[in-house]
T-cell receptor, first 112, second 113 residues
Framework: DAMVIQNPRYQVTQFGKPVTLSCSQT?????MYWYQQKSSQAPKLLFH???????NEADTPDNFQSRRPNTSFCFLDIRSPGLGDAAMYLC???????????FGPGTRLTVL | AQKITQTQPGMFVQEKEAVTLDCTYD???????LFWYKQPSSGEMIFLIYQGSYDEQNATEGRYSLNFQKARKSANLVISASQLGDSAMYFCAMKSNFNKFYFGSGTKLNVKP
């Protein structure tokens, strides 16, 4: 089935140790999103790609970076994770011209 | 600035009854979209229903309907005939002109047997 895949589902890292979360999609959607969702809070948009164009939210910390090497893959890099970065990270995709987002299952990040 | 407000942190409903989850929004965009998502405890976001700002009729999807009142900037979700499996977090969201989505703080719905 076509879908949005996030690996790993659970990630544990140490304070300050770089970590990369991955998202892949078989939907051939041109827009990809990364959200951060802390416990009992709303998902917060970090950034999105429209095709190859990267769009950063103004309040996304510099500690968060992203790469999209091709249509199918998108990565979230956290250069120096802090305790406050522990959260669920959700990837979503969409085709421009259509409204629905398709979400992956999320990666739950723990920072020790 | 775009803002989504959900004023009900938690709601209870008796199984088989209907429930309304409130959502108000603020935007200066002329064209926008409103969404409702369900998030069970497992964490995945499940799309429920969509309403475009120019749609004159309220959206319906099975047991879900969206009560869209544009002048009041509200987009309430109505779930009819609640089921135990409806217990989850529900998020209202808005898509802006710039491909961005903004989410409300969510309402936790508990369906009682």
């Amino acid at each position: 089935d076509a879908m949005v895949i996030q690996n790993p589902r659970y990630q544990v890292t140490q304070f300050g140790k770089p970590v990369t979360l991955s998202c892949s999609q078989t939907l051939n959607h041109n827009v990809m999103y990364w959200y951060q969702q802390k416990s009992s809070q709303a998902p917060k948009l970090l950034f999105h790609y429209y095709d190859k164009d990267f769009n950063n939210e103004a309040d996304t910390p510099d500690n968060f970076q992203s790469r999209r090497p091709n249509t199918s893959f998108c990565f979230l890099d956290i250069r120096s994770p802090g305790l406050g970065d522990a959260a669920m990270y959700l990837c979503a995709t969409r085709t421009s011209g259509y409204n629905e987002q398709f979400f992956g299952p999320g990666t739950r990040l723990t920072v020790l | 600035a775009q803002k989504i407000t959900q004023t009900q942190p938690g709601m209870f409903v008796q199984e088989k009854e209907a429930v309304t989850l409130d959502c108000t929004y603020d935007t200066s965009d002329q064209s926008y979209g409103l969404f409702w998502y369900k998030q069970p405890s497992s964490g995945e976001m499940i799309f429920l229903i969509y309403q475009g700002s120019y749609d004159e009729q309220n959206a319906t999807e099975g047991r879900y309907s969206l009560n869209f009142q544009k002048a009041r900037k509200s987009a309430n979700l109505v779930i009819s005939a609640s089921q135990l499996g409806d217990s989850a977090m529900y998020f209202c969201a808005m898509k802006s002109n710039f491909n961005k989505f903004y989410f409300g703080s969510g309402t936790k719905l508990n369906v009682k047997p």
